[in-house]
């Protein structure tokens, strides 16, 4: 009976840990997005995305034709599953040199969760329930600054019913409740 009773306290035990260990694949903290976290460097992305599919795309404007000092463009690293849906995109903060971290990561699929709960595809009023906000406006959209995660969302002002390039203030309760998210972006710095 003894040996019954360990064997599944053992099997409980194994089962959570797996799960545990699953969850955090895809759980967005500040600093951490699933298994990337702001001591990563662009030289362990292959190894880290070794089951899903890395699009490596290298500036040109520090090589080539496009060098100028007005011209900036940053490499960028795509993180596609092997069913192709894109699932991340990574910019480091060194262009062209495998050793720097990570700058930022986009996120682009549902998978990726906080541990309240949000996503990509929440609705504004579970974000604004969740999180200290705060709202920047930019020409097309809103900015959703949360400085917990150290992230912001992005929501078309199409979304929010004002006419894009306005440059009206726009406050937290302008912003409807099932209003969708565009973009969402860990910063790492």
């Given at each position: 009976?003894?040996?019954?009773?360990?064997?599944?306290?053992l099997?409980?035990?194994?089962?959570?840990?797996?799960?545990?260990?699953?969850?955090?694949?895809?759980?967005?903290?500040?600093?951490?997005?699933?298994?990337?976290?702001?001591?990563?460097?662009?030289?362990?992305?292959?190894?880290i995305?070794?089951?899903?599919?890395?699009?490596?795309?290298?500036?040109?404007?520090?090589?080539?034709?496009?060098?100028?000092?007005?011209?900036?463009?940053?490499?960028?690293?795509?993180?596609?599953?092997?069913?192709?849906?894109?699932?991340?995109?990574?910019?480091?903060?060194?262009?062209?040199?495998?050793?720097?971290?990570?700058?930022?990561?986009?996120?682009?699929?549902?998978?990726?969760?906080?541990?309240?709960?949000?996503?990509?595809?929440?609705?504004?009023?579970?974000?604004?329930?969740?999180?200290?906000?705060?709202?920047?406006?930019?020409?097309?959209?809103?900015?959703?600054?949360?400085d917990?995660?150290?992230?912001?969302m992005?929501?078309?002002?199409?979304?929010?019913?004002?006419?894009?390039?306005?440059?009206?203030?726009?406050?937290?309760?302008?912003?409807?409740?099932?209003?969708?998210?565009?973009?969402?972006?860990?910063?790492?710095?």
């Amino acid at each position: 009976m003894k040996i019954y009773n360990v064997s599944i306290i053992l099997l409980i035990l194994s089962i959570s840990f797996i799960s545990c260990n699953k969850n955090s694949d895809f759980l967005i903290e500040k600093g951490r997005v699933g298994k990337i976290s702001n001591t990563t460097t662009v030289e362990e992305l292959s190894s880290i995305f070794s089951t899903d599919s890395l699009v490596v795309k290298l500036s040109e404007s520090s090589e080539g034709k496009y060098k100028n000092k007005y011209f900036h463009d940053d490499d960028e690293y795509l993180v596609y599953s092997k069913k192709g849906k894109h699932l991340l995109t990574l910019i480091p903060i060194e262009q062209r040199d495998s050793s720097s971290t990570l700058k930022s990561v986009e996120i682009f699929t549902n998978k990726y969760k906080t541990k309240k709960g949000i996503s990509l595809y929440s609705p504004y009023k579970d974000i604004h329930a969740a999180y200290q906000i705060s709202i920047t406006n930019t020409l097309i959209s809103a900015h959703i600054d949360i400085d917990e995660l150290n992230a912001t969302m992005a929501i078309d002002k199409k979304e929010i019913g004002i006419n894009e390039f306005n440059r009206e203030k726009i406050n937290k309760d302008q912003i409807p409740d099932l209003a969708k998210i565009k973009h969402f972006t860990i910063w790492f710095n």
